[in-house]
């Protein structure tokens, strides 16, 4: 079936470098993007998001890229903190309106100071 | 922010016996509730989909006389396994979605999850 999944299972990056976390859907009909943070023992946290009508989206230290030739998405954190230790997981939105979340396989990105 | 809570955050039951998890949207009322199963290392995988009223939707796969789920109203949402064997031992995340107000999307708020472990 269509899923949608990550490169990278861990990404180990120096604490004030930039990181970049990738993420490979297979549904073209997607139409809705995002990326949530997930601790452990935690439930996800969401980071930021974008629709298929745009190809780039910045938030405070992210930018989220969209490349909807090749299926791409990512997720780029700038000068990376401790606190940015955690999975990262891309999802897909199934349908419009209030539809389930599809996420891919998740991220761990360290922090190594 | 919304706010989701979930009861219990932990909890450990012997096999064979029913486990109730609640989910409330503390400060907005959710037009969608929806359950996630995540097992270690893994990813989570939508379980079902509950609107308050109305029976759930369940993910294929997912067996709804095992995985009961009750939306009782705008605020909460039950998911009961029952006769819980070992293999149910896993992270159960809910999410509630709040109207978007005319946008197209409604966003997801998650609950910080039930660890479930049957002996």
């Known amino acids: 079936g269509e899923s949608v999944g990550l490169h990278l299972p861990t990404l180990s990056v120096q604490e004030g470098d930039n990181s970049i976390i990738n993420c490979a859907y297979s549904n073209s009909a997607s139409d809705y993007f995002i990326w949530y943070k997930q601790e452990s023992g935690k439930g996800p946290q969401f980071i930021i998001d974008i629709r298929s009508n745009m190809d780039k989206r910045q938030g405070q230290r992210v930018t989220v890229l969209l490349n909807k030739t090749v299926k791409h998405l990512s997720l780029q954190i700038a000068a990376t903190q401790p606190g940015d230790s955690a999975v990262y997981f891309c999802a897909e939105r199934k349908g419009g309106g209030a539809d389930g979340l599809t996420f891919g396989k998740g991220t761990h990105l360290i922090i190594q100071p | 922010g919304a706010v989701v809570s979930q009861h219990p955050s932990r909890v450990i039951c012997k096999s064979g016996t029913s486990v109730k998890i609640e989910c409330r949207s503390l400060d907005f009322q959710a037009t969608t509730m929806f359950w996630y199963r995540q097992f270690p290392k893994q990813s989570l995988m939508l379980m079902a989909t509950s609107n308050e009223g109305s029976k759930a939707t369940y993910e294929q796969g997912v067996e709804k006389d095992k995985f009961l789920i009750n939306h009782a109203s705008l605020t909460l949402s039950t998911l009961t396994v029952t006769s819980a064997h070992p293999e149910d031992s896993s992270f159960y995340i809910c999410?509630?979605?709040?109207?978007?107000?005319?946008?197209?999307?409604?966003?997801?708020?998650f609950g910080p999850g039930t660890r479930l472990t049957v002996l």
């Open positions: 999410s509630a979605s709040r109207p978007s107000g005319g946008f197209l999307y409604n966003e997801q708020f």
